[in-house]
């Protein structure tokens, strides 16, 4: 693991930024960096995953068929686009993207912080119904209850769900 600190902010200036930089070797993949960087004066962070060697731009899609599926390790560039068609989301990039290696559980777990903050601050009775019942449907995939495809594109090639039943393509 690699660290730098006190390195001058890009938003507020102020040299307190620490960038971290660690390396993983990842079977099925092979070695990628996950990098970072935080301020501890405004608060500022980004990460991101970049593997070692360049790849083509793919689209990987996974089925969720039980709860061991939730341990499928799950790598995120900054740049990818994650589609869970079921529940008609995704999560596309932008500025403030950034690159993770989780598992398909942790995945979720991110889609579900999403629709509780929906859920909790929505006016619209409809809205919030619709919020419950999607938590539903996640929360029957989490029990293996319930099966569930999710996508990944990503025009960098960095992206990945490591298991031997995605289904991998080449994007154009």
Known sequence: MS???KQPCPFCNKKELTLIENTYNIPH????FLLSMKCSNCSYSKSD???????????QTFKIE???DL?????????????????????RPSVASIGYISNIEGLLLRF???????????DDPKVRKAAKNLLKKLWKVELGEAPLKITIEDPSGNSA??????EVKKLK
């Open 161 to 166: 769900i490591i298991s031997e039943k995605t």
């Open 29 to 32: 993949f092979g070695k990628c």
């Open 3 to 5: 660290e730098l600190k």
């Open 112 to 122: 579900k912080k999403i629709i509780e903050e929906q859920r909790d601050s929505a």
């Open 49 to 59: 995953v970049e593997a070692e060697e360049r790849k083509e731009p793919t689209s």
């Open 71 to 91: 341990n499928i390790k799950v790598i995120r560039s900054s740049e990818a686009t994650i589609k869970i068609p079921q529940l008609k989301m995704d999560s």
């Open 66 to 68: 039980s709860k061991k």
